[in-house]
């Protein structure tokens, strides 16, 4: 780890301020309307509030635009780190405005790394544009999809085709109206090794046989953009459409799910920092016992816990990216330190969202504040692009599978 250094460059921070101006001027105040437009949408409905394409416009004008991409903004992983943070204080405006929201952002990944020229022409170019939306389908209702040896959807060969049945849910994005591309993962060949039994194909939305069932809530929540249940009845792609080769399933999606969790990881400290920023504004106005609640004990606990546990998390994260730039996202510490902030992350926005839902009292589960939502999503967060126990699991195998060093060794005779 010699040489590791988190000072902000000054690209990065040039970025920084010019992000920060633009959510302060801009993205913040929109919440309003957006909010406003999808309470009057209703719960069904998934347009997209007319905010958004606005917004997108005026992030492309300033060059706030793929950010999350180095190969289009020139940003490292550890220099994005600090951006993505700063649009999770808007965690459902600010990513997708500057194109840098999941599940597209895995997608384009996905794309850039795996696809032909012709797929990348189709599918990578209006993506990067904004001009469509996407979305990942792997997890299935059926069995634990943690372990994704377990995926049972079927994509079989057919002369020029691959012909696809299954049933896919909490595929997020999928209710999008201008969602046009899904990449979907199934067994091609369940006679070979286990790790070499899937594939993935590109399926357009579209396609005859692809039905989008329903969109489940979190926690009573819809999504604008939905978490579909999905069913795929004899859905026939030409075998042009795969992704790489047969039987690289499981290779593709390690390469996707990296920087997704560890972008999902940046946002959540962004989301987590809005919290407590509520939270004591909340604690110096309001009055109980004859004094503001800022000066009762419990209360003060909360704050300095919230903020060890952000600047922490924060400093893990930045360790993370730092590993991805200087060692790739294959390599073994890569993935290590990705399992630990996935585990930590969310945790601990989950955290910090809890205490601040507690000083705001009734108004903290309630609509009024963003509070209710932010944690229902980073609750859910803990379960997606694998839950805490796989990642603790990763962990704990590391650790225990690490030669002693010469103190642990001395201890331990």
Same mark, same amino acid.
């Given at each position: 780890?010699?040489?590791?250094?988190?000072?902000?460059?000054?690209?990065?921070?040039?970025?920084?301020?010019?992000?920060?101006?633009f959510m302060v001027e801009h993205v913040i105040p929109a919440e309003e309307s957006y909010d406003r437009y999808r309470l009057g949408?209703?719960?069904?409905?998934?347009?997209?509030?007319?905010?958004?394409?606005?917004?997108?416009?005026?992030?492309?004008?300033?060059?706030?635009?793929?950010?999350?991409?180095?190969?289009?903004?020139?940003?490292?992983n550890l220099e994005y780190a600090p951006l993505a943070e700063l649009t999770g204080w808007s965690m459902e405006i600010g990513p997708e405005v500057t194109n840098c929201a999941a599940p597209d952002t895995g997608n384009m990944e996905t794309l850039h790394l795996f696809a032909t020229a012709e797929q990348r022409?189709?599918?990578?170019?209006?993506?990067?544009?904004?001009?469509?939306?996407?979305?990942?389908?792997?997890?299935?209702?059926?069995?634990?999809?943690?372990?994704?040896?377990?995926?049972?959807?079927?994509?079989?060969?057919?002369?020029?085709?691959?012909?696809?049945?299954?049933?896919?849910?909490?595929?997020?994005?999928?209710?999008?109206?201008?969602?046009?591309?899904?990449?979907?993962?199934?067994?091609? /060949?369940?006679?070979?090794?286990?790790?070499?039994q899937q594939?993935?194909?590109?399926?357009?939305?579209?396609?005859?046989?692809?039905?989008?069932?329903?969109?489940?809530?979190?926690?009573?929540?819809?999504?604008?953009?939905?978490?579909?249940?999905?069913?795929?009845? /004899?859905?026939r792609v030409p075998s042009s459409n795969l992704l790489a080769e047969e039987?690289?399933?499981?290779?593709?999606a390690q390469a996707r799910l990296g920087p997704g969790r560890i972008h999902h990881c940046m946002r959540a400290i962004g989301v987590a920092e809005r919290a407590l920023a509520l939270m004591i504004d909340r604690v110096q106005k309001r009055i109980a016992f004859g004094k503001p609640l800022a000066e009762q004990g419990v209360v003060r606990e909360s704050i300095a816990l919230s903020r060890n546990q952000i600047d922490q998390t924060r400093l893990l994260c930045h360790k993370a990216a730092w590993t991805i730039d200087a060692h790739g996202n294959k390599s073994k510490d890569a993935q290590l330190q990705v399992a630990q902030i996935k585990a930590v992350a969310p945790k601990m926005a989950c955290d910090v969202l809890d205490r601040a839902i507690q000083v705001h009292g009734g108004a903290g589960v309630s609509d009024d504040f963003p509070l209710a939502r932010m944690y229902g999503w980073h609750r859910a967060m803990r379960l997606f692009d694998g839950p805490d126990e796989v990642h603790m699991r990763t962990i704990a195998r590391a650790e225990l599978g690490r030669e002693k060093t010469p103190l642990a060794a001395a201890v331990t005779r």
């Amino acid at each position: 780890m010699a040489g590791m250094d988190f000072a902000m460059s000054a690209k990065a921070a040039d970025y920084h301020q010019r992000l920060t101006d633009f959510m302060v001027e801009h993205v913040i105040p929109a919440e309003e309307s957006y909010d406003r437009y999808r309470l009057g949408a209703g719960p069904e409905d998934h347009t997209v509030p007319p905010v958004i394409e606005e917004l997108k416009k005026l992030a492309k004008e300033r060059g706030l635009w793929n950010l999350f991409l180095p190969a289009e903004s020139g940003l490292t992983n550890l220099e994005y780190a600090p951006l993505a943070e700063l649009t999770g204080w808007s965690m459902e405006i600010g990513p997708e405005v500057t194109n840098c929201a999941a599940p597209d952002t895995g997608n384009m990944e996905t794309l850039h790394l795996f696809a032909t020229a012709e797929q990348r022409e189709q599918w990578l170019e209006p993506l990067l544009a904004g001009e469509i939306r996407s979305a990942f389908a792997m997890t299935e209702p059926a069995v634990a999809s943690s372990d994704a040896r377990n995926i049972e959807t079927t994509m079989l060969r057919d002369g020029d085709d691959y012909v696809i049945n299954g049933r896919k849910w909490w595929i997020s994005g999928a209710a999008d109206p201008r969602c046009a591309i899904l990449i979907v993962m199934g067994r091609t /060949n369940p006679d070979a090794a286990s790790h070499q039994q899937q594939s993935m194909i590109l399926v357009p939305v579209d396609t005859p046989g692809v039905s989008i069932e329903r969109s489940l809530p979190v926690f009573g929540w819809q999504d604008q953009h939905g978490h579909c249940e999905i069913t795929f009845d /004899n859905v026939r792609v030409p075998s042009s459409n795969l992704l790489a080769e047969e039987g690289s399933g499981f290779a593709i999606a390690q390469a996707r799910l990296g920087p997704g969790r560890i972008h999902h990881c940046m946002r959540a400290i962004g989301v987590a920092e809005r919290a407590l920023a509520l939270m004591i504004d909340r604690v110096q106005k309001r009055i109980a016992f004859g004094k503001p609640l800022a000066e009762q004990g419990v209360v003060r606990e909360s704050i300095a816990l919230s903020r060890n546990q952000i600047d922490q998390t924060r400093l893990l994260c930045h360790k993370a990216a730092w590993t991805i730039d200087a060692h790739g996202n294959k390599s073994k510490d890569a993935q290590l330190q990705v399992a630990q902030i996935k585990a930590v992350a969310p945790k601990m926005a989950c955290d910090v969202l809890d205490r601040a839902i507690q000083v705001h009292g009734g108004a903290g589960v309630s609509d009024d504040f963003p509070l209710a939502r932010m944690y229902g999503w980073h609750r859910a967060m803990r379960l997606f692009d694998g839950p805490d126990e796989v990642h603790m699991r990763t962990i704990a195998r590391a650790e225990l599978g690490r030669e002693k060093t010469p103190l642990a060794a001395a201890v331990t005779r």
